[in-house]
């Protein structure tokens, strides 16, 4: 085993720190030698992430046109262009290349997720090098550096922390810890979780407080955000329903294609037919049958999709990832900053025996603090100011505003006592200056409080104000106050009753002390706040739900989704916030421990019946979404961390934060919230469901007029007559009617309820039973309707072009009238609006225009063999055409009438 398999294979936290030292050759006062240094670079290369190399840019263009779709399109742009049709055949080659393009220019953004990670990583350090300090980039540290850390530094590699003095590490773009790590030096056990590694502190985090040293154990790829870039590059990114849908459409339809052009060419041959005419009429056949308009209907209206969900606060970045939020089953979701503001709030306050809550979220200071069980008015008491008093001024904090968002500069926990002092009316400014800051003992883990010493106690004393664990406060006090200030015997059982019932809901809880000194000096020491202090209460905090976390959950439900939250949080915490924003059963909370000895059909059990995970680690996110998905759900994913990056890419759709978050969590993900609120997302569902009912209105209007034209060439086949429509004129219908007809429908408005029903289940086809029988029965009359006219017209001595074009007006007249059919699914058009599209409207206009033109017009006759037509084969074409539309309105009532009796 050479040295870095060594390295890879130690569990660095359980080592003691000399045995690291030992194990790296390196020194904790002098660090390595220059020459060593140098040597070890050579020897494990830069401290940087690198890219792993994929398919090259031709083969991911290439790769676009690897589709059954495309190749029916291909197909038909060569059939077109040799008929010498080349408009026709560029505007399809057109579409094919458009379609290929924006594949290629979403896969590229992919990429940019690996580049994002190697940026986390750039960084500067100081390091020890032969016992002299210096500051290099932190792309040549090695392993065995010994790194000096303070407040404010981004942590360059993986250490094995030596030394530490009050370090704290925030830690939750990586495990979703909410607040702040305290890091110590001493080891841990073998088996300790990844987020409760203490001793360790990791590549890319964040130093808020104290000073560190610890030695390098891990560089690059090799370190925890390497190996989650190693995840991203390793996940397979799932396909959309509809393009898996899609994709099986396709296939079907091109061996049908192929198929019933075979039989033609087949049958005409054997009724003596000569060949090319033969070859012309599976022209015609394979023209018809292809819906040329489909992948543009489909890009246009999941473009629209995108610009409506944008105006909700929702980017797409992935066109598909539209159509798939319509589909979502289960929806993923961390918790800090997701569910969750990500700033700390206290909650509720105890004070002189009265409990407190605190109204407000975050860091904004607004809000009031009103008395449990009291009047809805603010809550004023001589304790309850001391109180927030200590938690103001036992502070390093500070709160600040920037572009009209309220943030902390400091410890989020602090942060969150400045914020309530605030809300308890009290003045950042005024309390300060009235008592003048003297000296401080800052929070050690040995001792467990903070403390602060001011002037202007009584008779010329000075005030010491502590905060701290509940338990180390309380062996230093043995008074209290009551309601109005007066010192009153400490009741500890009492307090700690309050406590636990604090911490049940989930809240960090801190308690408060003052105690006054005559000492002399300016100087606070430990013994001078070791005992007599009076105890001032507690305040109890968490990282709260967002308040449309709560309503969105509940519209979810409603929809038939199931919302779970997975985080790398306390198992408490989880709970407790699982709790207020109405999750399913949010006591069972299973974490990351009890994951790890799950074998694969355990997991999806407890996948499918779990609605919260604690202490979850990057691995396992990625193994929940994919056991989920195993299920047949479509997962959308959302988080905001370096962490939440690989799920993000498996998930059928990752949702990340625009503010809050990481630029991996974004490049990762399909779609970014702007206003980083979890409701968004059901309104990007909402917006999803209407494009996916669009597509099926779409999908259901074309398919009718490509089985009727494949229908008439056959039937003239068979029949042994001239076709009543040419290849020519079928790519007229098809090109035109798809753009001013159906792709009208891409702006059809959502219908009312459409949140009140269940998502689409993954396993259920495109177009349902009843679907494709409406589709068979319209093509049906478009056959009856074409073909008997075209007959009609003959034998009343009209040319063969006349005849063919009243064919050609039949096909388009019954689509005009079919499309006001399909402006809904279930009801009828009236029931919706008739004039609550005014695209359609727009778009049968240009129709007839065109229909006019292509009818009378000399020049169209000539190059599209028309012919003028007369009134009376108008009012023929027309009735046809309603007949069409009175078929499908009859078939929708009698089936609502059918359901309603149900």
Same mark, same amino acid.
């Given at each position: 085993m050479d040295m870095m398999e060594s390295l890879i294979a130690k569990h660095w936290h359980h080592l003691p720190t000399d045995e690291a030292l030992d194990l790296l050759d390196s020194d904790k006062d002098k660090g390595l030698d220059v020459s060593e240094a140098e040597r070890r670079r050579k020897q494990f290369g830069p401290n940087v992430i690198t890219a792993k190399k994929g398919q090259s840019a031709i083969a991911r263009l290439l790769l676009q046109f690897h589709q059954p779709l495309i190749y029916i399109m291909i197909a038909a742009g060569v059939i077109t262009a040799s008929l010498q049709e080349w408009v026709d055949a *560029?505007?399809? %080659? *057109? !579409? !094919?290349? =458009?379609? @290929?393009?924006?594949? %290629?220019?979403?896969?590229?953004?992919? =990429?940019? @997720?690996?580049?994002?990670? @190697?940026?986390?990583?750039?960084?500067? @350090?100081?390091?020890? #090098?032969? *016992?002299?300090?210096?500051?290099?980039?932190? +792309? /040549?540290? $090695?392993?065995?550096?010994? !790194? &000096?850390?303070?407040?404010?530094?981004? +942590?360059?590699?993986?250490?094995? &922390?030596?030394?530490? #003095?009050?370090?704290?590490?925030?830690?939750?773009?990586?495990?979703?810890?909410?607040?702040? $790590?305290?890091?110590?030096?001493?080891? &841990? /056990? #073998?088996?300790?979780? &990844?987020?409760? #590694?203490?001793?360790?502190?990791?590549?890319?985090?964040?130093?808020?407080?104290?000073?560190?040293?610890? =030695?390098? +154990?891990?560089? *690059?790829d090799n370190t925890e955000v390497g190996r989650i870039s190693q995840l991203i590059a390793s996940t397979e990114e799932m396909q959309t329903p509809l393009t898996r849908k899609i994709a099986d459409f396709s296939n079907v339809l091109l061996y049908v294609i192929l198929g019933l052009a075979g039989i033609t060419f087949a049958v005409g041959l054997i009724r003596g037919e000569s060949a090319f005419n033969m070859f012309m009429a599976s022209v015609a056949l394979s023209v018809g049958a292809i819906p040329e308009g489909l992948p543009a209907a489909m890009t246009i209206t999941l473009a629209i999709g995108v610009a409506r969900m944008a105006k909700r606060r929702a980017i797409i970045r992935k066109l598909t990832a539209v159509e798939t939020l319509g589909s979502t089953t289960v929806i993923c979701s961390d918790k800090t900053g997701t569910l969750t503001e990500n700033e700390m709030t206290v909650r509720e306050i105890m004070a002189g025996g009265e409990r407190f809550e605190v109204s407000g979220q975050g860091y904004a200071p607004s809000g009031r603090i009103i008395k449990q069980g009291g009047p809805d008015v603010p809550a004023r008491s001589t304790a309850l100011t001391e109180c927030l008093k200590a938690g103001l001024l036992c502070n390093d904090s500070l709160l600040l505003e920037k572009d009209g968002r309220w943030g902390i500069h400091g410890d989020p926990t602090e942060g969150a006592l400045i914020v309530s002092a605030i809300k308890g009316g009290l003045s950042y400014d005024a309390v300060r200056a009235e008592l003048p800051h003297v000296d401080t003992i800052p929070f050690e883990s040995q001792h467990r409080y903070m403390a602060s010493l001011y002037e202007g106690g009584p008779d010329n004393t000075k005030v010491a104000y502590l905060k701290g664990s509940v338990e180390a406060i309380l062996d230093r006090c043995v008074w209290t106050l009551d309601a109005a200030g007066r010192l009153i015997e400490l009741d500890r059982v009492t307090i700690h009753n309050n406590m636990e019932e604090m911490a049940g809901q989930g809240l960090r809880v801190l308690a408060f002390a003052k105690g006054h000194l005559n000492n002399g000096t300016n100087a606070l020491n430990h013994v001078d706040v070791a005992s007599d202090l009076v105890f001032l209460g507690m305040q109890g905090m968490i990282d709260p739900p967002r308040a449309e976390s709560v309503v969105a959950i509940r519209n979810c439900r409603t929809a038939g989704i199931h919302v779970k939250m997975i985080t790398g949080d306390h198992a408490l915490t989880a709970s407790a916030i699982a709790k207020q924003i109405g999750l399913e059963n949010p006591s069972n909370v299973v974490t990351g421990k009890d994951l790890t000895g799950l074998s694969d059909p355990e997991l999806i059990e407890t996948a499918g019946k779990t609605s919260v995970f604690a202490r979850v680690s990057p691995e396992q996110k990625l193994r929940l979404v994919e056991a989920i998905q195993s299920r047949g759900n479509i997962v959308a994913m959302t988080g905001d961390g370096v962490n939440d990056a690989p799920a993000l890419k498996r998930a059928d759709i990752g949702v990340a934060m625009g503010v809050t978050g990481t630029d991996v969590a974004k490049e990762a993900a399909s779609m970014v919230l702007t206003d980083d609120n979890f409701a968004s997302i059901e309104a990007a569902v909402e917006e999803g469901r209407g494009v996916f009912d669009n597509l099926t209105k779409f999908i259901i209007w074309t398919l009718p007029t490509n089985i009727g034209e494949g229908l008439v060439v056959l039937a003239a086949i068979f029949a042994g007559v001239t076709l009543p429509i040419e290849p020519v004129q079928i790519l007229w219908i098809n090109m035109t009617t798809a753009v001013l007809l159906g792709l009208m429908l891409a702006f059809e408005p959502k219908e009312p309820g459409i949140m009140t029903r269940p998502p689409r289940s993954p396993k259920a086809p495109i177009l349902t039973r009843e679907l494709i029988w409406r589709i068979f029965s319209v093509s049906a009359l478009m056959l009856i309707g074409s073909f008997g006219l075209f007959r009609w017209e003959l034998m009343r001595g009209a040319s063969i072009a006349e005849a063919r074009t009243v064919a050609v007006n039949v096909f388009v007249m019954v689509e005009i009238f079919y499309l006001f059919n399909c402006r809904s699914l279930t009801k009828s058009v009236l029931d919706i609006g008739l004039f609550s599209n005014p695209w359609v409207w727009a778009g049968v206009g240009g129709m007839l225009v065109l229909q006019a033109l292509y009818t009378y017009l000399p020049a169209m006759n000539l190059m599209f063999h028309s012919a003028p037509i007369s009134l009376e084969a108008w009012a023929r074409i027309l009735a046809v055409a309603t007949i069409a539309f009175l078929v499908v309105g009859v078939e929708k009532w009698l089936r609502q009438r059918i359901v309603k009796r149900r």
């Open positions: *560029g505007v399809i %080659f *057109g !579409v !094919v290349l =458009v379609n @290929a393009t924006i594949g %290629f220019i979403q896969e590229s953004k992919a =990429v940019k @997720a690996m580049e994002a990670l @190697a940026r986390t990583m750039t960084t500067e @350090a100081t390091v020890l #090098r032969a *016992g002299d300090k210096r500051r290099i980039s932190a +792309v /040549g540290l $090695v392993p065995g550096d010994v !790194v &000096l850390l303070q407040s404010g530094d981004k +942590v360059p590699a993986d250490m094995r &922390l030596i030394q530490t #003095r009050n370090v704290q590490i925030d830690e939750s773009a990586l495990t979703g810890e909410s607040v702040p $790590v305290e890091k110590k030096p001493e080891p &841990l /056990g #073998r088996d300790t979780p &990844l987020a409760d #590694r203490k001793n360790i502190a990791y590549a890319s985090t964040l130093v808020t407080y104290g000073l560190g040293r610890g =030695v390098v +154990v891990a560089i *690059g």
